[in-house]
């Protein structure tokens, strides 16, 4: 597993505010991706409720509060694939 994804797979945990309400998958660009369910979040690429794609500059600027997950996603850093309700949900849990 890449250090891009064990940092932010421990970056997410502590961020999370509550449980997550469905599967979200967080895919950085050429280092893996992370899955969210409940309050679990680990490295994994299963199936989810949604799908969100963006580089690791991006990815690391959402979880260090520099990004907003909206504004990010309107100038096209980030992708959204799947349930927008859950995505908007999660957005706000890391803000």
Same mark, same amino acid.
């Given at each position: 597993?890449?250090? $891009? !994804?064990? #940092?932010?797979? &421990?970056?997410?945990? %502590? ?11 967080? $895919? !950085?660009? #050429?280092?893996? &991706?992370?899955?969210? %369910? ?11 409720? $949604? ?45």
């Amino acid at each position: 597993m890449s250090e $891009v !994804i064990n #940092g932010a797979v &421990a970056a997410l945990r %502590e961020k999370m505010s509550g449980s997550f309400d469905g599967t979200a998958k967080f $895919v !950085i660009e #050429g280092e893996g &991706a992370i899955m969210i %369910e409940g309050d679990e979040v680990r490295p994994g690429d299963e199936e989810a409720d $949604v799908t969100m794609t963006a580089d690791t500059e991006t990815f690391q600027e959402i979880l260090s509060g520099e990004l907003n997950p909206t504004s990010a996603f309107m100038s096209g850093k980030l992708s959204v694939d799947g349930d927008m309700g859950k995505a908007m949900s999660l957005g706000s849990m890391l803000s």
